[in-house]
């Protein structure tokens, strides 16, 4: 009891961080989006997925293997060996950060002549390559506070982090905004490193200050090194392969639309509205999924531990039921409502349509996000790796092809069969190691037919705020409050909810022509 409570603590504790944050970051981001445009927020879209790998490489899949290593020595009270093993970590996250920092300073001519074709220089890429070494550490540090309970820790830094990062960016944009894109991209990644130092400072105090209270209590030393290499040596090698691929998918992306017959800035322009605009709003919701999936690393780490097979079933049952209610009333908001939020967050209808479509696809991506962190749980790492890496491959050949031909409309299909496609691969990999069940009538088509029902209920209300923002936040509230309702109602007897069912799909029938709507 006194586990899982501990559990639901900090998995609120993370959530409401990063629902706060993540809500910051959206109007944040929604802000520079409005003030750059489509052009620029596609160029350092580019940047980032450079970004990204370097990451990779600082990181190697070492904040995970601090993460189970803690976690299991923490459990079975041998806390000197999980201290030891944030040590040997931190020394090894140092090391890595300083090569990533040389492989990009290194590289940048390349990237920025035949990747970026001369849209910036090397400078912004210089600049990432400073931060690496602190952003190797933190995630260390961060793999520790997750295991010994204290995620607290972590949020406090991140709201820290992402303070610092808005009022930099805002202060360097007011002067570099009329400068070019190269300017703006040099301001934005900057801002981003001024912050992670400011992250980074403060998780070493934070563990200074926690670590004293373990240090006293020896047990025999293990190798250390050797365990740590075993668990993040072959996530590395995985984990460079697949943010390797990943950048070439995001460097591909344009090249290939500029192959069907637009120019290369209207591809740029292109890919940034999609991958920098819509995706963002997308995986907002992300938040509340993401927080307890990095929770159930540590928390399955000790369940496998501890062989409890049988809790590791009840528990996955339930987070998935959880999952995919949560999920598809999510998917089912962006698809109603795509219109409004376009108008409320971009003052446009030109997002609502990309929503729409890749709205149903929002289920995917937040169940395959809890799927993956039970995976690294059980060891599954490397596993988790192999599927995203068969994914970016199968999506790159997609790209190559399709997208010349297809446009547009190319570039969605890819996302979709690589959403769907890392979904099932997922899911099959976890059904090997958990004999999980899924109800396919309480999971999925209760849900949904709430969400029609909550549609049809939410249409009754008219809002006439003075601010359509407002008029829209109303609306959702009302849709969400019936999908509960509906889903509630329908754990009462079988004939009385069937009963209750149809005739409210038919007065959502004739009196507001569903299927036409949702045609």
Excluded at 130 to 140: C, E, K, Q, R, T
Excluded at 400 to 409: E, H, N, Q, R, T
Aim: charged fraction near 15%; proline fraction near 2%.
């Amino acid at each position: 009891m006194r586990k899982a409570k501990i559990f639901l603590i900090n998995g609120v504790i993370l959530t409401s961080t990063a629902l706060l944050l993540r809500g910051i970051g959206l109007i944040f981001n929604i802000y520079v989006a409005n003030k750059v445009g489509s052009q620029t927020i596609g160029i350092f879209s580019l940047i980032m997925s450079v970004y990204t790998f370097a990451i990779t490489v600082a990181t190697s899949g070492i904040s995970v293997a601090c993460t189970y290593i803690v976690s299991e020595e923490f459990a079975k009270k041998n806390y000197f060996n999980g201290i030891k093993a944030v040590k040997t970590c931190t020394l090894f996250a140092v090391l890595l950060g300083l090569v990533s920092c040389f492989i990009i300073c290194l590289f940048s001519p390349i990237i920025t002549t035949y990747w970026l074709k001369g849209a910036v220089s090397n400078k912004p890429l210089y600049v990432i390559g400073i931060g690496l070494p602190l952003i190797a550490v933190s995630s260390v540090l961060g793999g520790y506070f997750s295991s010994v309970g204290k995620s607290y820790k972590s949020a406090i830094s991140q709201v820290l982090e992402v303070s610092v990062k808005i009022i930099i960016t805002i202060f360097l944009l007011q002067i570099n905004i009329s400068k070019g894109i190269e300017e703006i991209c040099f301001s934005l990644i900057l801002a981003d490193v001024i912050a992670e130092f400011f992250s980074f400072s403060l998780n070493v105090i934070f563990y200074i200050i926690d670590k004293r209270k373990y240090c006293n209590k020896r047990n025999l030393p293990i190798q250390m090194k050797r365990k740590i290499f075993k668990i993040s040596f072959p996530i590395a090698v995985t984990s460079y392969m697949k943010s390797g691929l990943s950048s070439l998918k995001q460097f591909l992306i344009p090249l290939r639309l500029e192959a069907s017959g637009i120019a290369y800035s209207m591809a740029v322009s292109s890919y940034g509205l999609i991958n920098g605009m819509v995706m963002p709003v997308l995986m907002f919701a992300n938040v509340f999924i993401s927080s307890f999936s990095s929770l159930l690393i540590p928390e399955f780490s000790r369940l496998l531990a501890k062989n409890y097979n049988n809790r590791m079933k009840t528990v996955s049952d339930t987070i998935f039921k959880l999952t995919f209610v949560f999920s598809i009333l999510v998917s089912s908001i962006f698809l109603f409502f795509a219109n409004d939020l376009s108008l409320a967050i971009y003052q446009n209808l030109e997002v609502a349509k990309w929503i729409r479509i890749l709205s149903p696809l929002v289920f995917f991506m937040y169940v395959d996000s809890i799927i993956d962190g039970i995976l690294k749980g059980i060891n599954e790492q490397v596993g988790v790796m192999v599927c995203n890496i068969l994914d970016l491959i199968i999506t790159i050949t997609l790209i190559y092809f399709i997208v010349p031909i297809l446009g547009m409309k190319g570039y969605i299909i890819t996302i979709c069969v690589s959403e769907i496609f890392n979904f099932i691969v997922s899911t099959i990999q976890l059904k090997g190691r958990i004999k999980f069940s899924i109800n396919i009538l309480d999971y999925v088509l209760k849900p949904i037919i709430a969400s029609l029902i909550a549609f049809s209920g939410s249409s009754i209300f008219n809002f006439n705020f003075f601010n359509n923002t407002i008029n829209i936040i109303f609306k959702i509230c009302i849709f969400v409050l019936i999908y509960f309702l509906a889903l509630f109602l329908s754990r009462t007897k079988k004939k009385r909810t069937t009963h209750l069912i149809v005739i409210i799909l038919g007065e959502v029938t004739s009196n507001y022509q569903l299927g036409i709507i949702l045609i």
